[in-house]
């Protein structure tokens, strides 16, 4: 069984946002990726970031986890300013980004146990925890094998138990649920749902709206560097519902789903005209 | 032409960035270096071959081509850095036909440096036999250049088999039972030779009479004599020997084809165990490992870069190539006499040390390039990049030392034990230029990362700013040895030598730990250039 502590970290409650930015730009050359975003992720929230590709999506999460610095701007996790207590922060955090950052020639669980350590777990738990997160994730059947001969939801599965071993109190997950099979994504909700229960923040980023919907309590939504969105998923959809009557949009329930919010909010509804007449 | 033209866009974009430009830049300079040494080998066996052929003697000119095979064999096996085979999973998205997949697979190996300088000394030979005998031209360059294609083929059929030996966990045990063995049979050479050693000459000569014709059914001994045969006007023997030329690259290319049709067809050499055998020995998950003076995290960098070494039959193959060495500086050029670690024994440990750490360079200047995706663990991770780098340095330098060791068991087996003396230099100059390729590497890490397989043979390959620093930088270390060594031995004080390195160790230790205290602001910075090359 997976302990609480494992899972979240000592979980005290606390009035400071998890997640909180200023300004938050990036800039490559000309190109102004995220420009000027003002987040707030409260403690404890299951929070959904969403937007079309190429949107800025990544790169925010690249820097709220350090794989990229901010051109300008402010981060806060947990009240402590990334740039200037770094180390700090990221024990707090876990982060499955979307490389994975898996090391192909070690077994799952010579891995975890390695990320365990870099952690600063002691070996005894480190061995304790990895054993456990294995079992969980179903990955424990074939101890001999390299993650590189992994399959992409096996791979998935193992970046999340790595980024849980030390016990986050937040959790960066950049399109966690990308090209992983139903058994596979049961497997990882569970976890986060486990996660969430007992306290523990989760910032995730996803095109796969119904999974998000399902999930996340709040959501922001970018487009094109800009912050177009941000609130709980009833007051976005009150905020959309204002604007237009919801007969229009609604699907069969009369509740504006998260993916017609999510259109309607980025302009993003295409025509059924726009034609490729060539494939037939 | 399509793949051609993707490249040539490839290699436009990577001008955009001020890295690419300096890669640009070191490509140009390492190209110079190679086409000085192309024409150097060409010119000095053009005049070679003219010599031969004026001279009467063509069937000599085997003493040319045999050269020129074993370096256009062995180069790529040595010097890694430099060599890439293509990574046959990327052709294999678009609809290749088989037969253009081998068509890109030997054209791409054509780009190899081995085939460029080949390719340049038989130009060499070519002209300096037209030099000779006008008439030969036409002849011999058909002779050099089928003698050209089996030399390519040769190469990428080792590679492709050694990759595939290499690969998997029980194919490489094999591998490395048979190797030794080899190893020991070569050892026995040296004995025999000893105890013949007053009839060293006769036993030559018997050497030589057992050798040639072996050497004359061999790709090199064929092209000479089929050379030779025409140059004598026997034109049918000419004739069956080029057949016979073109027959072993038609059966390299049979053999090379084995493996390339299994690349084609999507083969994974993958270290995948059977299932069953896995489930019924489901070990534990093992405590990790503790490393008496290292910082836990320095530990367990220690221990992934083991797992990592061990695992990888490529790198293996490169850490015994140094006692490989060995073997063939103590057998080689015996003309009647002692070879060259025969007559210097004292020499061997510290030409093999010194060998060992350049062949280690392929490793510690690109300390993340293993590493690949994993580089962001290390980014968004509480680990410092000092305590990363320490780990890595300590793992690199264990292998050093255990190489060390082997050369030292291989000195004494082989000739005799070195003296105390020999041992403090080369000791005492190691430690004067492993700090200096360390502090080198961790900056170059971060510098010029690029992604490394370490499953694969031949994709290891480091930036060619890696390479060309590297080149600088041994210069310099090698430069400075030197200069002790002649102080040293000017004095006739050996201890000079010893107190001279110490004195310069302790500088570049200095020098090593600065920079490992700089990595994590370096690190910081380069952050975004890690991940750019090392997650592509």
Same mark, same amino acid.
């Given at each position: ?280 | ?25 070191? /490509?140009? +300079?390492? !190209? %110079? ?5 192309? &024409? @150097?080998?060409?010119? =000095?066996? #053009? ?57 890109? /697979?030997? +054209?791409? !190996? %054509? ?5 460029? &300088? @080949?390719?340049?000394? =038989?130009? #060499? ?412």
């Amino acid at each position: 069984m997976l302990e609480d502590a494992q899972l979240t970290g000592t979980s005290a409650p606390t009035k400071v946002p998890a997640v909180s930015t200023a300004n938050l730009t990036r800039r490559f050359g000309e190109l102004v990726a995220v420009n000027d975003v003002n987040l707030c992720v409260a403690p404890g929230q299951f929070f959904g970031f969403l937007g079309p590709n190429g949107a800025g999506k990544s790169t925010t999460i690249k820097m709220l986890t350090g794989l990229l610095a901010p051109t300008s701007g402010r981060i806060e996790i947990l009240g402590l300013d990334f740039a200037e207590r770094t180390s700090e922060v990221k024990r707090q955090i876990g982060v499955v980004p979307e490389g994975l950052a898996l090391f192909g020639r070690l077994t799952g669980a010579e891995y975890l146990t390695f990320v365990g350590r870099m952690y600063g777990l002691d070996r005894e738990t480190t061995a304790k925890r990895s054993a456990e997160l294995l079992e969980f994730m179903q990955l424990a059947n074939e101890p001999r094998k390299l993650v590189t001969d992994y399959s992409h939801g096996m791979q998935k599965k193992l970046a999340l138990a790595a980024a849980v071993i030390h016990g986050p109190k937040i959790l960066f997950l950049d399109e966690p649920f990308e090209g992983v099979d139903a058994i596979a994504a049961g497997t990882l909700k569970s976890m986060l749902q486990r996660m969430t229960a007992r306290g523990a923040t989760i910032f995730l980023t996803s095109h796969v709206l119904e999974i998000v919907e399902r999930l996340c309590s709040h959501v922001a939504i970018i487009d094109r560097g800009v912050l177009v969105a941000q609130g709980s998923l009833e007051e976005l959809r009150a905020g959309v519902e204002s604007q237009v009557p919801v007969a229009a949009e609604a699907g069969s329930t009369g509740k504006l789903t998260l993916e017609e919010i999510f259109l309607h909010t980025v302009g993003g509804a295409r025509s059924a005209e726009q034609e490729l007449s060539w494939l037939g | 032409m399509a793949i051609a033209s993707v490249r040539w866009q490839i290699f436009l974009h990577s001008l955009r960035s001020k890295r690419g430009a300096v890669e640009l830049f070191s /490509r140009v +300079v390492i !190209g %110079a270096v190679i086409t000085g040494g192309g &024409l @150097g080998g060409a010119i =000095l066996l #053009g005049v070679g071959a003219w010599y031969f052929v004026s001279q009467g003697k063509p069937e000599a000119l085997a003493l040319l081509l045999w050269p020129v095979f074993l370096f256009w064999q062995m180069f790529p096996l040595m010097a890694t850095a430099l060599s890439e085979s293509i990574d046959s999973t990327n052709l294999l998205r678009f609809p290749l036909s088989y037969r253009t997949y081998v068509m890109v /697979r030997l +054209v791409y !190996g %054509a780009l190899d440096p081995a085939t460029v &300088l @080949g390719t340049f000394w =038989l130009v #060499g030979i070519l002209l300096g036999i037209g030099w000779a005998r006008p008439g030969l031209i036409p002849w011999a360059f058909i002779v050099l250049l089928v003698f050209a294609a089996v030399n390519m083929m040769l190469t990428q059929m080792i590679f492709a088999w050694v990759e595939r030996w290499l690969g998997q966990r029980r194919t490489r045990e094999i591998f490395a039972v048979l190797f030794f063995l080899a190893m020991i049979s070569l050892q026995l050479i040296g004995p025999m030779l000893s105890r013949y050693g007053d009839r060293s000459n006769a036993a030559f000569h018997w050497a030589g009479h057992f050798a040639n014709p072996i050497q004359a059914v061999l790709p090199p001994g064929i092209a000479a004599g089929a050379l030779a045969s025409k140059a004598a006007a026997h034109i049918a023997l000419a004739f069956g020997l080029l057949g016979a030329l073109v027959l072993y690259a038609v059966v390299i290319l049979r053999i090379l084809s084995v493996r390339l049709r299994a690349q084609f067809r999507g083969e994974n050499l993958s270290e995948v165990v059977d299932r069953g055998k896995d489930e019924v020995s489901r070990p534990g998950v093992r405590l990790a490992w503790k490393i008496p003076g290292l910082s836990q995290e320095a530990a367990a960098v220690v221990e992934k870069e083991f797992r990592y070494l061990s695992r990888s039959g490529p790198v293996l193959l490169t850490f015994v190539t140094p006692i490989v060495m060995l073997f063939v500086f103590g057998l080689g050029g015996r003309s009647g006499g002692a070879g060259f670690l025969q007559n210097w024994p004292e020499l061997g440990l510290p030409v093999g040390a010194a060998y060992a750490l350049l062949l280690l360079t392929n490793l510690i200047y690109n300390n993340f390039g293993p590493d690949a995706g994993g580089i962001q663990f290390f980014l968004v991770s509480p680990a410092s990049f000092r305590g990363v780098m320490l780990g890595k340095n300590v793992a690199h330098m264990g292998v050093l030392a255990a190489e060390l060791l082997a050369l030292w068991i291989g000195v004494c087996l082989l000739f005799r034990p070195p003296t105390a003396s020999a041992l403090l230099i080369t000791l005492s100059g190691l430690l004067f230029a492993a700090p200096v390729n360390l502090a080198a590497g961790n900056l170059l890490s971060l510098y010029s990362p690029k992604k490394t397989e370490f499953g694969t043979f031949g994709r290891q390959r480091a930036s060619q700013t890696t390479v060309l620093a590297s080149f600088a930088i041994q210069g310099v270390v090698f430069g400075v040895a030197a200069i002790v060594l002649l102080i040293a031995r000017s004095y006739q004080r050996q201890w000079l030598a010893v107190v001279g390195f110490c004195v310069l160790a302790a500088l570049a230790f200095v020098v090593y730990f600065f920079v490992l205290g700089s990595v994590d602001r370096l690190a910081r910075r380069r952050r975004e250039v890690l991940t750019t090359e090392l997650c592509k």
